[in-house]
């Protein structure tokens, strides 16, 4: 691609939207007068993460493109339609630009950093690319920040769990590996190894280790869907919660290298609905 000319976010767009992510984006569930706000916030999302991920634009040109979303969010400039959209969508709800530009340092490290040292590297990725997306729509819905705690921890696992399933294809496309080097060396292998048709036991091993510590952080965030006020926010919580714990045990069997590591529409309905089914009962319960 040639980077001498001016690029702006649609020119290194995707084409994914939200029906493409491996979890639900303000779907159903979620009140009607909250889904612009949400919608807003998940365009700004999408145009940085295909910024940081295109294959072919230069890392300085990629920043450039990041500058102009931040600029446009804070009001400086309206060089990016997905910042500037955000910012209106903000200002009428009076909601912070916190939680934005909180996503664009995890974007910018997409851009220069490739690899991660440890577990505790990989958790403070977590906090800016993954925790201020729940966050928000928690700020959106009104909820009490005592809830982030359980939030972050949910929001990490599924980062996390994006990660795993997609390894192979992260590593093959665009070089970035976000399984610890610390555990890849300790088991006697390299990232290298995710160059491979299927998982040696040994990254095996990796992964199932770091699918267990995920599922530690879903046991931290299992009674957040009860302690959501909001009785439509927390079904699409349980459901999310229902999700991540479902794609673990199949990180806990399958070889993301080799096997589908996503759910199909009809398994996705079936957990959704039964999720749904155990979040009322269980605020019920609670309320009781």
């Given at each position: 691609m040639d980077t001498t000319m001016t690029l702006a976010a649609e020119d290194l767009a995707s084409g994914k939207g939200s029906n493409d992510e491996n979890f639900p984006?303000?779907?159903a569930l979620i009140a009607p007068r909250h889904r612009a706000v949400v919608m807003a916030f998940y365009r700004f999302a999408r145009a940085a993460d295909d910024v940081a991920d295109n294959p072919l634009a230069e890392p300085g040109a990629k920043l450039e493109v990041l500058e102009d979303l931040r600029s446009s969010l804070q009001g400086e400039t309206e060089a990016a339609p997905e910042g500037r959209d955000l910012r209106e969508a903000l200002r009428m709800r009076g909601l912070s630009t916190e939680h934005g530009l909180d996503l664009l340092e995890a974007f910018r490290?997409?851009?220069?950093?490739?690899?991660?040292d440890d577990w505790a590297d990989l958790m403070d990725y977590c906090r800016y690319s993954a925790a201020p997306v729940g966050r928000f729509v928690l700020d959106v819905h009104g909820e009490d920040r005592a809830l982030w705690p359980m939030n972050d921890a949910l929001c990490s696992a599924l980062q996390v769990i994006n990660h795993l399933q997609d390894c192979g294809k992260d590593k093959r496309e665009i070089d970035r590996v976000y399984i610890?080097?610390?555990q890849l060396f300790a088991a006697g292998v390299g990232a290298d190894a995710l160059d491979a048709p299927r998982a040696s036991p040994a990254l095996r091993g990796v992964i199932v280790d770091l699918t267990r510590r995920t599922q530690a952080l879903l046991d931290i965030?299992?009674?957040?869907?009860?302690?959501i006020k909001d009785g439509r926010l927390a079904l699409e919580v349980g459901v999310i919660q229902a999700l991540a714990e479902d794609l673990c045990k199949l990180l806990l069997t399958r070889d993301p290298l080799s096997q589908e590591m996503h759910h199909d529409k009809a398994r996705m309905a079936a957990l959704g609905l039964s999720a749904m089914a155990r979040t009322l009962l269980s605020r019920m319960g609670a309320k009781r």
């Open positions: 984006v303000a779907s490290r997409d851009v220069t950093k490739l690899r991660y610890p080097l610390d965030s299992r009674p957040f869907a009860r302690k």
